[in-house]
């Protein structure tokens, strides 16, 4: 069987070209030097290693105790491609919950007493009062988190209509792009090429129409198509993202055609942050 | 594929019913409510306030609240019919636990089973204390055959209710009920889109992500401890996720690039299915819970997505683009034996398999591009359009009684969450708050 490679798109610190790494070596620590520059040596030890701070963080975020190096590789965002394993918490499904099961009826029924099952909080009749658990379900999230990401979205969206990019609109159930988007990515193409450091997102939007699951499918494909396109132009592929939103992030919300066209979208970004 | 799955594949076509029982998939169950089932007549005499309506039971209409709950629990249960008993000479009022002579005369007149209750408040306890007793007559032993006495918060009013009307349900069926099921879905906040679960009547709603921007297409863990998801953690990637919802500790189970989406776990938690574009186009691929291994079961051109696991966890039916529009297709848990099952239309997406294993619940493009419900059964031989009229149906999921669904549709206009009955029956919204909700998803019963 021929080993999958792992392709470290933007090399492994951002400064190197891309790094094409076997998924045996990763796994099971076969001498690189043999299949690799030197000059990359100290750099796949750090990551066998898999210490470096960056990592350790994102363990704890997500409280995961028994994550592979593959698994924090992926989520630093560094890998592209195949051989990424997957990972389960070993915690999981120790059996079914019995505590709330019935008890049956009685001629002489004892007292239940109710303390809510999982999926049980909040207030009699909405009025939560002190007595109520509405603290047991919250996601221990980061409080910061909203906040942030709308920040970073606005400065996406000011750099993005800065740069003066244009989108792409699609016809319905189609990701196949028109003479007219053709001629927009064109436009895109010199201010891409004179900003060569900019890395740029490009979203795939769907109309509400189909459903949710099939959207991200066909939004996905119309964005692959924009970056298929500008690569056929002549911008480097490092310099571009895929990312495919479906019908999650409408940009406006009618139920007409005059919307559901502006919904059929590839949505150039000019990707800020992470 | 083996020979003999050849040949039986070959017999599937006009003998669907064959296959199932050569196949040995024992994924068709008898149902308890067949069409014909006759439900049991059940009338709730009332849950009277134990104090005048002066009393912090009367003043909080405790009873009244508890006895509407409950009637809607015994009406959804689809195993009683709920008769009014007013016009049996039966007169509310009725508390202790001895049945009323009345009882007995109503009997008579087809009722099967009588249902009464109490309700009390101590509000010099903090927080207060209720209480609630329940009682049951049944008129073929002319007898009172139980009761229950519940005590909680008030934050657990609706749900002795519902645990009383799943008591109902069990003691007549042997089945656990549905009343004190929830339902997760996705709501928008702001501009994000987050994870909440509220009871299965719509009520109690929680949320449970506030990452700020997209969580889609929840699905319960088989113990209803977890849910996995979509999350889109900084934007620009998309991973499946996995929230413990007593603790919202969070897991990262899948991040490969790509989409990374339609996650499900088998009936036994032992396999998570989900669909992934990382080595191109979107696939299916399945990780063993236990192993850590994961096994891609999809390899063609075509967009795989959406997979949905038969009751048996033997097969899984997934919707895929390989032949033009999406359609709908069967295979085995291990990827093998695949074969389409949807040939009516040019878009059939988001199936969802009833966990009775009869019906594969799905979204259909009727012929005026309109995009509802429809039903199939696994061997493509009985085919139904469940909903009708405007707006955009989708993500069907069923109750663990197989004998809901749950669907999210923009027939009044946002996108809001309904209930609807396996038959075609009762539609009702369940969601009537924000501006969208949506990817609604039944758990398991408890």
């Known amino acids: ?274 | 594929m083996t020979f003999r799955t050849v040949v039986i594949a070959g017999f599937c076509a006009s003998l669907g019913l064959v296959w199932i029982i050569e196949s040995g998939a024992a994924d068709v169950f008898l149902e308890a409510t067949r069409s014909d089932f006759q439900k049991i007549p059940l009338g709730v005499v009332g849950i009277e306030n134990v104090g005048g309506p002066e009393s912090p039971e009367g003043r909080a209409k405790l009873g009244g609240r508890i006895e509407e709950v409950l009637k809607a629990d015994v009406r959804r249960s689809l195993v009683f019919s709920l008769v009014d008993l007013s016009t049996l000479g039966i007169k509310a009022g009725h508390q202790g636990a001895a049945p009323d002579p009345s009882f007995k005369q109503a009997a008579g007149n087809g009722v099967s089973v009588i249902v009464w209750g109490k309700a009390g408040m101590k509000t010099d306890t903090k927080p207060p204390d209720v209480n609630m007793d329940g009682y049951v007559y049944d008129a073929g032993s002319d007898e009172v055959v139980g009761g229950k006495r519940y005590a909680g918060s008030t934050s657990v009013v609706r749900l002795m209710a519902h645990r009383f009307a799943d008591e109902l349900v069990f003691r007549y069926t042997g089945e656990p009920g549905i009343a004190r099921t929830k339902i997760a879905y996705v709501s928008q906040q702001g501009t994000a889109r987050e994870l909440f679960v509220m009871d299965y009547d719509g009520f109690e709603s929680r949320q449970l992500t506030a990452d700020g921007f997209l969580n889609l297409m929840p699905h319960w863990s088989p113990d209803r401890r977890f849910l996995v998801f979509t999350a889109y953690r900084n934007r620009n990637t998309q991973e499946i996720d996995m929230i413990e919802l007593a603790t919202g500790k969070r897991w990262t189970l899948v991040s490969q690039g790509g989409l990374n989406i339609t996650p499900a776990l088998s009936p036994d938690g032992h396999f998570l299915a989900y669909s992934s574009s990382h080595e191109g186009n979107a696939e299916l691929y399945r990780l063993d819970t236990r192993t850590k291994g994961v096994q891609r079961l999809t390899t063609n051109a075509g967009g795989d997505l959406s997979p949905s696991w038969s009751p048996s966890g033997r097969e899984l039916v997934f919707a895929s683009d390989r032949s033009g529009g999406p359609q709908l297709f069967l295979m085995s848990a291990d990827g093998s034996n695949v074969r389409r099952l949807t040939f009516d239309g040019d878009y059939n997406a988001a199936p969802a398999w009833s966990p009775r294993g009869n019906w594969i619940a799905y979204v259909c493009r009727t012929p005026k591009k309109g995009y509802k419900l429809c039903l199939i059964t696994p061997d493509g031989q009985k085919r139904i359009q469940l909903t009708t009229g405007p707006g955009v149906d989708d993500s069907p999921s069923w109750s663990p009684d197989g004998r809901h669904l749950v669907f999210s549709s923009t027939a009044d206009g946002k996108s809001q969450i309904y209930m609807i009955n396996a038959d075609g029956k009762d539609l009702e919204r369940i969601t009537f708050t924000g501006t969208h909700n949506s990817a609604p998803t039944w758990s398991p019963a408890s």
């Open chain 1, 1 to 274: 069987m021929v080993p999958r490679v792992v392709i470290f798109e933007e090399g492994i610190d951002g400064k190197h070209p891309p790094l094409y790494v076997r998924e045996d070596i990763l796994q099971e620590g076969i001498n690189p030097m043999k299949k690799l520059p030197t000059s990359y040596l100290p750099l796949i030890l750090g990551i066998l290693v898999a210490v470096t701070p960056a990592c350790s963080k994102k363990a704890v975020q997500s409280g995961g105790d028994a994550q592979t190096f593959q698994e924090r590789t992926a989520k630093s965002g560094a890998t592209r491609g195949g051989g990424v394993s997957p990972n389960f918490p070993d915690t999981a499904f120790s059996g079914r919950e019995n505590s709330n099961s019935l008890r049956g009826l009685d001629h002489d029924p004892s007292e239940e007493r109710l303390n809510g099952d999982v999926g049980s909080y909040g207030g009699f009749g909405g009025n939560g009062g002190p007595g109520n658990n509405r603290d047991r379900l919250m996601a221990k999230s980061d409080p910061g988190a909203a906040a942030r990401q709308l920040a970073e979205i606005r400065s996406e969206q000011l750099a993005s209509a800065a740069a003066g990019l244009r989108d792409v609109f699609f016809a319905y159930d189609s990701f196949s792009i028109s003479d007219e988007g053709r001629l927009a990515l064109s436009s895109n193409v010199e201010w891409i090429k004179s900003n060569p450091s900019t890395q740029l997102k490009i979203e795939g939007h769907c109309d509400e129409r189909g459903t949710s699951a099939y959207n991200l499918v066909l939004g996905e494909k119309r964005a692959k198509a924009v970056r298929n396109y500008l690569v056929e132009l002549g911008v480097v592929p490092n310099h571009l993202s895929v990312v495919s939103y479906g019908k999650e992030r409408p940009f406006c919300t009618e139920h007409a055609e005059s919307c559901y066209s502006q919904n059929r979208r590839g949505h150039l970004v000019v990707r800020i942050g992470e």
